[in-house]
């Protein structure tokens, strides 16, 4: 390699800046923005460009900069309106500085740069300096220490792009598509080593991570606008489905009113697996077009598992590349297939159907005419991805998505957002991609837990991938069938925030999963948080260790969920969105809780306007006419929300619709906005129902749209199901629920209030014209409505029925409640509670004497270890008194084992190993007791020559007992075991598992 030698001349050409170095070594600064340096240094003239700028992933001007080159005895100084670069004449050595003369970036002393057969590039690192991104990189999430590779392999914690944000303030981007190694172990600097090709790379000056990503999408590709149905939830059944199973699966997720927009097939469907001949399995799929059109009709969009085969020669050529994607026109796009999944990247790099750690790549892309190996296998998969993107464009006139094995990611990827962990821990790669610019990142959900549901319907992509398993949501407990179904209908509901989010994504570089710090630059907190992220603007996601590292393969045992967990809330108003409870943060942790209904913390950021509709089984049928408008007031904050017919590219040419939504809060009052829809596109609804949902403390004393004063309504079924405008406040969630017109209602009563689940809207038989709508709340001093004289007394429990086991409990309330039921808010009421039958008080006798708080009194009621009925009386001196009748019963094992089939792998007699999930639910009449949650023990009997675990034992939750991944032996015979389950209170169960 040649050392940097000293600057002989100075020219400038076009918008080059040129300087002559002694050995013919050529230094060529330009600027393609004012923010934006780059530099080019070769040991040749008229060095070959990158392949990147000539293929036109990279740009090399976004908009006419001028600059000012001057000089003196030491150095050069070129500035711009944001820039500031010296160049040392003696040595080449360059320093950045932002406009107000600071330095953000100097290449080392230490180490001087070389160039020839390949390059060397050192900077100085200051102590405090820390870097992230690297593309789907999940080594770390900060690279200092580390040193990461770039490289086409089987990559899984390697960096996949040459592009990382520095906490200095500053961007770095190589356009050397050469294997390179970046090298931060050293504590006083960096180095850049590229195998080959000249030196060219991007200076990008935030400050910002926000405007570093913008500059860098703007220069090397934005993120592409995908189809509306993306932001769905998919199932991809397992290998060896067949036509029925898959249209079974379609219609049970209707009938289960799961909402579910994709469907996809993993290589089964091929005649000959991993081929990628392109032919389907006619004896699974005997009419594959009728089956499709089936499944459009149900709502479903359908994928296809692809293996990443492609040509490894000649690829550069776009004649090769588009007779590749031909091979595939017949047999999925003209029969219906809307969109694919990639198991390796084009061409694939590894060779079997099993997994290869570290493939030779280099046998699999071969050299072509004009470039070499070296230089153009590390871009073959953004060539091959954007042929399919173009190609599918070309023949339906629709956007399309194709999962993208994360490793595969390489120059201007991010352009293709839906970036897919793969077979891999998701670990950091989720974070670093969208530091990166990746839109939409993803992994296999983990649905066999709330934990890993909860983080699954909670990213940019939603999958459930069974690939050789049955992970059916109904094949699993009822809770964690519950649970799927209340996070899919939350995500459908979610549907005008999360396309919004893709809206930005695509004009502004800024991708839906945001890192904290990103968010939060200024808080230094926020730099190393990797359990909880942004999703979009305002909703704050914690996750758990265990799931987001977890491999959705990988086995592992759980600890009890106790629903809690550490999240750090950076400085403002946070409101847990599950409880409605307001937290005032400095910046610090706190420990946060949630039902056992959901899977993890969910924080709204005070201010927002989140856009949502009501959810429907499909996004694709779902005509959104009905906006809800969920608002968290906190000064002046504003939203635009996007919409567009959401399959064409008539948004390129502004054939889409804007609705502006501002929200102030004073001291005495909120005032709302919401103005017209400005903008038309294609089966744009000509009527919305438009509801607010407005979170605030107390009750408010009016509530004017207009100058027109809205009703209260005291129940919110009345202000929803009628021709009436007015309000409702929900004292309990803090919610405040507006109805601004009166032209439309819906026709049921709604018992999901959150996603509005298939709300059906009637409107008034008149014309309907859409106008903007001016709300003034003025801020009231009661957190509810209160009674007065307390007339009697209501008394209400937490669960209806109890488990016999001496142990079970529920919570007994009596509230005092005035003649026109509201509650009496007094202290010091004494309230006796009686027990006629069984069961016995917390006080270990069945009279026990408590005097309210706030107007209620709480008593814990045990149950007996026999059946029967504990009547339970609440009397007060001078009130009306009150009963309850609380069940105890003797349950009995309702049991769930998943699989309920064998595992099979591949064709043949290959099989994966046995484990089993195992649900022992605690029931009483057909209904899981809530209340139950006594210790079962579990024993397997069978296959006594095998190495199984025979006696376990764990503490049922809310009436269900989980055993995880409990393991049958050897995989190669088919178990043939009995299970079973004890408990105290119910009733002893054996069960059969036998699958030979």
């Known amino acids: 390699m040649l050392q940097q030698k000293k600057i002989l001349s100075s020219q400038i050409i076009g918008n080059d800046i040129i300087f002559d170095c002694e050995d013919n070594l050529t230094l060529t600064l330009s600027f393609p923005e004012a923010s934006i340096l780059r530099v080019r240094i070769s040991a040749v003239k008229n060095p070959r460009p990158s392949i990147m700028v000539l293929l036109g992933y990279v740009k090399e001007t976004l908009e006419e900069t001028k600059f000012i080159l001057s000089e003196d005895n030491e150095s050069y100084r070129i500035s711009t309106d944001m820039l500031i670069v010296k160049v040392r004449k003696q040595d080449l050595m360059i320093e950045c500085f932002d406009n107000q003369n600071k330095c953000f970036l100097k290449t080392s002393e230490t180490i001087p740069i070389k160039v020839g057969k390949g ?535 502004g054939r889409y619709a804007l609705t502006h939504v501002q929200c102030t809060e004073s001291d005495n009052d909120v005032l709302i906005h919401i103005g017209k829809p400005t903008g038309e596109y294609v089966n744009k609804p000509d009527k919305k129902a438009r509801l607010l949902r407005i979170h605030i403390e107390k009750i408010p004393e009016k509530v004017m749209s207009g100058k027109t004063v809205l009703p209260m309504h005291k129940e919110i079924d009345r202000l929803l199901c009628s021709f009436e405008a007015g309000w409702n406040y929900d004292s309990l969630m803090r919610i405040l629920t507006v109805k601004p017109e009166n032209v439309w209602k819906l026709h049921d009563k709604q018992t999901d209030l959150i996603s509005f689940y298939n709300a059906e809207t009637q409107w008034k038989e008149e014309p309907y014209k859409s106008c903007e709508i001016d709300l003034c709340i003025y801020k009231g001093t009661l957190d509810r409505i209160y009674g007065t004289k307390p007339y009697e007394l209501k008394l209400t429990s937490r669960y209806p029925v109890l488990l016999c086991d001496g142990q079970s409990k529920t919570t007994i309330t009596a509230s005092l409640m005035d003649k026109e039921g509201l509650i009496v808010k007094s202290d010091g009421i004494k309230i006796t509670f009686e027990i006629a039958g069984t069961g016995i008080f917390d006080n270990n006798q069945n009279k026990v004497e408590i005097v309210t708080v706030n107007g209620i009194a709480n008593v814990d009621l045990y149950s007996a270890k026999t059946p029967g009925t504990a009547k339970v009386t609440a009397k007060s001196r001078a009130l009306k008194s009150s009963f309850i009748n609380i069940d105890m019963v003797i349950g009995t094992f309702d049991v769930v084992i998943n699989p309920p089939k064998r595992i099979r792998l591949s064709l043949g007699s290959k099989w994966l190993p046995y484990y089993i999930y195992t649900y022992a639910q605690i029931k009483h009449n057909g209904e899981i007791i809530q209340s139950a949650e006594p210790k079962v023990s579990l024993e397997i009997t069978g296959n006594e020559e095998r190495d199984i675990t025979r006696n376990l034992s764990t503490s049922a939750t809310e009436g269900t007992a989980t055993f995880n991944r409990i393991v049958l032996g050897n995989p190669a015979e088919p178990p043939d075991v009995v299970l079973h389950f004890k408990a105290e209170g119910v009733k002893p169960c054996s069960c059969r598992y036998n699958l030979t």
Not at 383 to 390: A, I, N, Q
Not at 431 to 445: F, R, T
Not at 624 to 642: A, E, K, L, N, V
Request: charged share 25%; net charge negative; proline share 4%.
């Open 119 to 653: 390059s060397l590039l050192s900077f100085e690192m200051n102590s405090d300096e820390h870097f992230y991104g690297f593309g789907f990189q999940r080594k770390t999430l900060d690279a200092r220490g580390h040193k990461l590779t770039f490289t086409r392999n089987y990559r899984w914690d390697e960096a996949t792009v040459p592009y990382f944000l520095c906490s200095a303030g500053y961007g770095f981007f190589s356009a050397n598509t050469f294997d390179q190694t970046f090298d931060f172990t050293n504590d006083e600097y960096f180095t850049i080593y590229a195998k080959g090709g000249h030196v060219d790379y991007f200076i990008f000056h935030g400050p910002s991570f926000k405007n570093i990503i913008n500059k860098y999408t703007a220069l090397t590709g934005r993120p592409l606008m995908v189809p509306k149905w993306s932001m769905g939830m998919c199932y991809i059944a397992r290998c060896f489905e067949n036509d029925k199973g898959l249209l079974d699966i379609a219609k049970r997720f209707r009938k289960e009113k799961i909402p579910c927009d994709m469907l996809g097939l993993e290589p089964g469907w091929e005649e000959h697996w991993y081929s990628m001949d392109w032919i389907w399995n006619k004896e699974r799929f005997s009419q594959p077009q009728k089956m499709i059109k089936k499944l459009n009709e149900l709502g479903y969009k359908l994928e296809l598992w692809e293996s990443g085969k492609a040509p490894t020669e000649g690829y550069l050529d776009p004649k090769v590349r588009e007779q590749w994607f031909l091979k595939r026109v017949d047999t999925s796009i003209n029969k219906g297939v809307s969109f694919y999944k990639q198991d390796d990247p084009y061409p694939r790099c590894i060779t079997t159907t099993e997994m290869v750690l570290d493939p030779d790549v280099s046998i699999f892309v071969k050299d072509t005419d004009e470039y070499t190996e070296e230089e153009t296998k590390n871009i073959t998969n953004t060539l091959y991805t954007t042929t399919l993107f173009e190609g599918f464009r070309r023949l339906t006139g629709k956007r399309t998505i194709v999962m993208l094995h994360a490793y595969n990611s390489s120059t201007s990827s991010q352009m293709y957002p839906t970036a897919w962990a793969g077979d891999f821990k998701l670990g950091n790669g989720a974070l670093n991609a969208s530091l990166s610019g990746h839109a939409m990142v993803s992994q296999d959900m983990d649905n066999e837990s709330p934990e890993g549901i909860h983080f699954g319907f909670l990213t940019p992509f939603s999958i459930i991938d069974s690939w050789a398993y049955y992970r059916e949501p109904w094949l699993y407990s009822k809770a964690n069938e519950d649970i799927t179904r209340f996070y899919s209908k939350l995500r459908s509901s979610l549907f005008p925030y999360l396309y919004t989010a893709l809206r930005q994504a695509h004009t502004t570089g800024i991708p839906m999963l945001r890192p904290m710090m990103l968010e939060f630059q200024e808080d230094m907190n926020t730099a190393a948080l990797d359990k909880q992220f942004m999703f979009g603007e305002y909703l704050l996601v914690g996750t758990t260790f265990a799931e987001t590292l977890k491999d959705v393969n990988e086995s592992s045992i759980r600890t009890e969920n106790k629903n809690t967990a550490s999240i750090y809330l950076p400085k403002g108003r946070w409101i847990d969105y599950w409880s409605g409870k307001t937290v005032e943060s400095n910046g610090k942790w706190h420990t946060s809780s949630w039902p056992a209904t959901v899977g993890g913390p969910l924080y709204v950021k005070a201010g927002a306007i989140i856009a949502m509709t009501s959810a429907n089984d499909s996004i694709s049928l779902n005509d959104q006419s009905m906006m809800i408008f969920d608002c968290y007031p906190d000064g002046i904050t504003s939203t635009d929300i996007y919409e567009d017919d959401g399959e064409s590219f008539d948004y390129e040419n």
